[in-house]
């Protein structure tokens, strides 16, 4: 049965699963907050920008037959307006989440629970790969440590010892040992993402370095998650 869907998008996850649905038939949209301005366009209609707060999600949602929250996993805010608007528009609502990342022999990492956690757990005169996106660099302008700034898209303020690189993962191994290396870091800061940018852990194991792993947000109670596209169309 032809289904309407509304995917949240914004990640690999996502992409898969609406040209998924577009193949088997489904009507997908996907919708984007607009953070990038040349996002990878997934299959199907793509709309952008935010909804306007849960009314206006649970507004969108009146011709849809089922939303699928598959936005990043700190994207905590969207998945509890989901939740809200869902619930309002009696819409079924399947999370997908893929799962965090965990630590194998060798891994040197330190969970926090948040990014101010974070800076605050960083060694003075630290060498800093810091690749936990654009919108938390803020958390760490008043740190007294080197920072590699990573992100797609520069961030309103960087830390005053600092350097931005603007790419986007997922990376290989191979690069990300030589941006280690040719920037002598000595610790890596990342959130616990999952999926396929975990190089720079290996690559920080290689090299027996620390890592700073910020947890996620934990999932409103009761909502409905799986973790895998099949799993998503096995529900539908
Ligand atoms: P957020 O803090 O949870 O959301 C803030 C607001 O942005 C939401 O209330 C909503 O605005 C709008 N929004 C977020 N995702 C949207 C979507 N897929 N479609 C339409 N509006 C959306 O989200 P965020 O952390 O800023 O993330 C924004 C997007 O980037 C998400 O789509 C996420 O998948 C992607 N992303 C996030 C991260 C991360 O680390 N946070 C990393 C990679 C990708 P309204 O209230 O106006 O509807």
Do not use: N
Request: glycine share 10%.
């Amino acid at each position: 049965m032809t289904r309407r869907v509304l995917v949240l998008g914004g990640t690999a996850e996502a992409r898969e699963l609406a040209t998924v649905l577009a193949d088997r038939g489904h009507a997908v949209t996907t919708s984007l907050a607009g953070r990038t301005r040349h996002p990878r366009l997934p299959a199907g209609e793509v709309r952008t920008g935010g909804f306007g707060g849960v009314e206006g999600l649970a507004a969108a949602l009146g011709d849809v037959d089922v939303l699928v929250d598959a936005t990043h996993p700190f994207a905590a805010r969207m998945t509890e307006h989901a939740v809200a608007a869902a619930g309002r528009a009696g819409v079924p609502l399947l999370v997908l989440r893929r799962p965090g990342w965990t630590a194998g022999p060798g891994d040197r990492w330190t969970r926090v629970p948040s990014l101010d956690a974070a800076a605050a757990a960083i060694p003075g005169g630290a060498r800093v790969l810091l690749a936990t996106g654009r919108q938390g660099v803020g958390a760490f302008v008043e740190v007294d440590a080197w920072f590699l700034v990573r992100a797609i898209e520069p961030p309103d303020v960087l830390p005053p010892r600092a350097e931005l690189v603007l790419a986007r993962g997922p990376f290989a191994l191979d690069d990300e040992r030589a941006l280690l290396d040719r920037h002598a870091i000595t610790l890596v800061v990342a959130k616990d993402s999952g999926g396929a940018t975990e190089a720079k852990l290996v690559a920080a194991r290689e090299r027996d370095l620390p890592v700073l792993l910020v947890d996620r947000p934990p999932l409103p109670e009761g909502v409905d998650a799986v973790a895998t596209v099949d799993e998503v169309l096995a529900r539908l």
